[in-house]
Every structure is written in structure tokens, then in C-alpha cells.
């Protein structure tokens, strides 16, 4: 196989074109490429005109004979990789594994196990990716909260509502990046997600995914409980023997124990409840840095402006941006989570507190761009020494931000922050919020050494993006579950000290998004499969 990269294209081409352009790189007739495969697509907005940037490769007779006559630095020989699962290992289970969360790392550790015979039971607190968008619309209509299903806990994890970003910074010489996005289009994602510089899914396509994924793992002979949550663990010996579970829903258990040798946790980056059971259990936890900051919200026009130009071309994506700044205290400040044209969305998940996120449709067609803006904060920030330090630093945000709106999302316009006054009327911007929202103090949630980084971090960025700091630009908080606070320590293995238990994904502190926790999902089961033998009588 030849792959040729760099072959720019203007914005309005057809597939044509592309086929034209790799047969001009090969000298070639194009009737001689008998097939063309995109490897990746991006956007070149550096210089007018616009274009687009591709690397393909493609399959065409005497590849060696012609690749020894071409003297192109754009033309090479490449080979495809294939992913690899492990052969089953050695070790007996009595039992099946059981998987706690069933976010993109659970999901893919289950996947995985089933795949390969495993027959993995799978607990998810929260409901069914479709029942739980009822429950969330619900909320943001005004109804109640449900602590074990919202935009946190249920079928699909976080991401579920979000913006569905697949693009990770991960090195993956082994392939598993590339097994999750061929994944994700076989449960019904769009292709071009295998090509896309920077692909998305949109919290509208993402349902439909995970439902995919999750009747998969259940035709291949898994299990998936929902409203089902980890309450213990039976550990004897410094090895797992069992869970304790319960209902969330409130009806009757199918059992309240299960025995089993593998408990996997991906428990995400909101289960406090769960990390202060495993606090008590004495699992090796450390407390780790995150970040935590507002909702910025701008024009997606002026964004598209900024990023394109002013006469930008009809048909490109919509634009988004990426900033980060140097602020005084030795601290950055940056965006997180950008969601062109999308919504900030209510993401609470404890009574009395609340929190903030992003979240964008597959077509990114709302009228504002949003981005978190955040601050790094370190555990010497978090005011006491205690391992869950920083789930209690959060928890004082999310409560300040509860009572300066009356349990709304509280909104700041940029101004005022800067001027430290409640706004009483909106610019030119208006919110898109998924929930009800009303003024409030957003700059007096934090303590005002990170209201000061992140008015400086802000005002900052107008260098970057003309209108950036526009003092009508809506602030909204609190974004405090960028990540998990504490990890939940393992070896090389994927293994904790504790024989038997894996701690996996984000929750754990060992990944940053849709797509690096589902690697991870999947090297956990990789590590499972590589030291149990199947065992097709298991309970």
C-alpha cells in the first residue's frame, strides 16, 4: 500500500478531484489506483484560500517498481497494523468479571471480554442511554434531580452529554485507538470519524451508539444491570471474592452480592460516593491536580469569523478554537471541552450543588460557540490534607454555585465579572443553556485567586481571537468535573495492590476523554485476558 499525504484541496472539491490529485502525486493515470482509502482530513485555514489537507493511500499494480522511480517526500510505503487481543491466559475464574460503570471504559472492557468468551457482568447505577435522556430533558424542564441518572451517571458515562470529541493525544502504537472509532461506526457513528483530524460525536448520535454496543456485548453472552450500584467490596486476603450491590430505582434486587475474582472499575469522575467507599476499604488512592473554571460563551459566527476569515466559504465545519495562557501564581488558564455551536448544559448530580458542561449536537448548528475556561488547581488549593481533599473542593464550588442562582445556572456576563457586579441585563450574546438560568455571582463561587487567573487568563485570549474578552460574553459555572480528583493507584498489570481489581478510565485518573477511556477499557481487558483462561462453566 502507498500512502501519499498532503494533498491540498480547495474547500468546494469533489471525490473526483481527491482521486486526480493522489494519481498527479503517483504520475499515474487515475484509472490505474484501484482503490483510495482517507487516512485523515483536516483543515488548512492558515492561508487564504481555505483548503482542505488529506493523507490517502491507495492500491495500484508494482507498487515497489514505482515507488523506486518517484523521488517524493509525500509518497510512501505503508503497511496497516492490525489490532491484536491476547490469547487467554493461563489463571481459572470461577466466576464472571464484573464491571462497575459503563461508560466508554466499561463499555469497551465489557465489549472486549465478550468478545473474547468472557461473559462479563456489567453494573450501571444510572438507566438505559434512552431512558436517561428522559430523565435529563425532565431536569432541565424544570423537573427534579435524580442523583444516580443525569448527565453524569447512566448508560454511556459523561460523554454521553457532551460534545462527543474522539480525538486523543494518547500514543497507540498498538492499534486501539484506531478498534474504538472502527467500533463506534459499526454501531451506527458516521465514517468519516475514521478521517477527521479532529472527529465528534453528538450527544444525539452517541445514544444510539452505546445502546449498540451494550445489546453486543449482551449477544455475545455479557450482562448489563442498570440502576445497579457498587456498595462494597468483599476483599479477603488482599484478593476481591465479591461486590455488594443495590438497587437505585428502588426495586427489588435480583441479589444483593456477586461472587467474582475481577472486579473492573470504571467508575467515571463523579462517583464521591464510591471513592469514599474505597477510601474506607483502604484502596490505594492518591489525590491528584485538575481543573475547574466557567462556561464561556460566544457568537459561533464571530468564532467562524476568527478561525476562517471573513469571506469564509459556504460548506466548512463549523469552527473551533483552542486557547491556553500563562497567568500570574504560576498558573494556566485554558480551554476545555470547546463545543461549537452547542449548549451549556446543567450537569449536577448531588442535591444542593451545581455544575456545568458542554454539550453539541452531531451538526453543531446552535447559535453560540461555548467553551470551559479553566484554571489548574493543585492539592495544596484544596485546604486540607484528607484523600478526597479535592472531591470536597469541588463540592464547595458546586454548592456556591447553587445558591447564587437559587439552584439555576448562574450566569455573569464577562463585564461584570471583570467590574465584580451581578449583571442585570444581557448584550448582544444570549445564553443556549440546557436548563433554567438566572444572574448570579459566578466570579464570587471561587476564591478570588482563580477568579483572578481566570479574568486574566480571559482578557488574555483577545489576542488570540478578536471579540474573545467582548465584555457581553456569557460566563455560566460551575465546570468542576474536568476531571477525576483522586487516582486509584495500579501497576503495569492494570492491577491494584488489591489481587483482582482493575481500576480503568477516567475515574481512575488514567484517561481524558471519550476516546483515551475507551483504550484504556480496552487495555484493562487486554491485561484480564492475558492472565485468565475462559472457563465456559462459570456462574
Known amino acids: 500500500m502507498i500512502r501519499i499525504s498532503q494533498i491540498k484541496l480547495p474547500v468546494d472539491h469533489d471525490d473526483q478531484a481527491l482521486l486526480q490529485a493522489a494519481a498527479r502525486e503517483l504520475k499515474l493515470p487515475s484509472e490505474k489506483i484501484e482503490r483510495l482509502t482517507i487516512q485523515k482530513k483536516s ?90 435522556k428522559e430523565t435529563v430533558d425532565r431536569f432541565w424542564n424544570g423537573g427534579s434531580l435524580q442523583s444516580d441518572s443525569n448527565v453524569q451517571f447512566g448508560e454511556g458515562g459523561a460523554g454521553t452529554f457532551s460534545d462527543g470529541k474522539l480525538n486523543t493525544l494518547v500514543k497507540d502504537p498498538a492499534g486501539r485507538g484506531r478498534l474504538v472509532l472502527q467500533t463506534f461506526v459499526e454501531a451506527g457513528a458516521p465514517e468519516e470519524i475514521l478521517y477527521w483530524n479532529k472527529p465528534h460525536l453528538g450527544t444525539d448520535v452517541l445514544i444510539g451508539v452505546v445502546e449498540h454496543i451494550r445489546c453486543e456485548i449482551e449477544r455475545l453472552g455479557g450482562q448489563v444491570r442498570f ?67 466557567v462556561r464561556i460563551e460566544h457568537p459561533q459566527e464571530m468564532i467562524n469569523r476568527s478561525q476562517y476569515g471573513e469571506e469564509y466559504p459556504a460548506g466548512l465545519p463549523t469552527a473551533a478554537y483552542k486557547v491556553t495562557r500563562k497567568v500570574s501564581g504560576d498558573r494556566g488558564v485554558y480551554s476545555f471541552c470547546m463545543c461549537p455551536g452547542g449548549y451549556v448544559v446543567n450537569a449536577s448530580s448531588e442535591k444542593g450543588g451545581l455544575a456545568v458542561n458542554g454539550m453539541s449536537y452531531q451538526a453543531r448548528d446552535g447559535r453560540n460557540a461555548n467553551s470551559a475556561m479553566i484554571v489548574t488547581v493543585r492539592p495544596e488549593d484544596f485546604g486540607s490534607d484528607g484523600l478526597l481533599a479535592g472531591v470536597e473542593f469541588q463540592r464547595r464550588l458546586e454548592r456556591a454555585a447553587f445558591q447564587t442562582a437559587g439552584g439555576k445556572v448562574p450566569v455573569q456576563l464577562l463585564g461584570d465579572f471583570r467590574q465584580n457586579c451581578m449583571s442585570t441585563g444581557l448584550g448582544e450574546v444570549e445564553p443556549c443553556i440546557k436548563g433554567a438560568w438566572e444572574f448570579g455571582d459566578v466570579r464570587g463561587i471561587f476564591p478570588e485567586e482563580l477568579s483572578a487567573a481566570l479574568e486574566e487568563g480571559i482578557t488574555g485570549c483577545e489576542h488570540l481571537i478578536p471579540g474573545f474578552a467582548r465584555a457581553d460574553a456569557v460566563l455560566s459555572g460551575v465546570e468542576s468535573r474536568t476531571s477525576s480528583p483522586v487516582r486509584i493507584i495500579r501497576g503495569e498489570d492494570q492491577e491494584s495492590a488489591i489481587r483482582g481489581l482493575y481500576p480503568c478510565g477516567e475515574g481512575a485518573g488514567y484517561a481524558g476523554g471519550i476516546t483515551s477511556a475507551a483504550m484504556d477499557g480496552v487495555k484493562t481487558a487486554e491485561a484480564i485476558a492475558g492472565r485468565y483462561c475462559r472457563n465456559q462453566e462459570i456462574s
Do not use: W
Open 43 to 132: 483543515i488548512d485555514a492558515r492561508k487564504k484560500p481555505i483548503s482542505y489537507v488529506y493523507t490517502v493511500d491507495v492500491k495500484v499494480k508494482g507498487e515497489e517498481k514505482l515507488l523506486k522511480k518517484l523521488h517524493n517526500r509525500n509518497v510512501t510505503r505503508t503497511e496497516k497494523k492490525r489490532y491484536q487481543f491476547p490469547e487467554p491466559g493461563s489463571e481459572r475464574l470461577e466466576h464472571r468479571p464484573v464491571i462497575v460503570g459503563t461508560g466508554p471504559a466499561g463499555l469497551f472492557c465489557g465489549l472486549m471480554l465478550a468478545r473474547a468468551g468472557y461473559r462479563p457482568i456489567l453494573l450501571e447505577r444510572g438507566e438505559t442511554a434512552r431512558k436517561r
Open 227 to 293: 440502576c445497579t450500584q457498587l456498595t462494597d467490596l468483599d476483599i479477603r486476603d488482599g484478593q476481591v471474592r465479591g461486590v455488594h450491590i443495590k438497587r437505585t430505582d428502588g426495586a427489588e434486587p435480583e441479589a444483593s452480592y456477586l461472587e467474582t475474582e475481577v472486579v473492573v472499575l470504571a467508575i467515571g469522575h463523579s462517583a464521591r460516593d464510591t471513592f469514599a467507599m474505597l477510601g474506607k476499604k483502604d484502596i490505594p488512592m492518591e489525590r491528584k491536580a485538575f481543573a475547574v473554571g
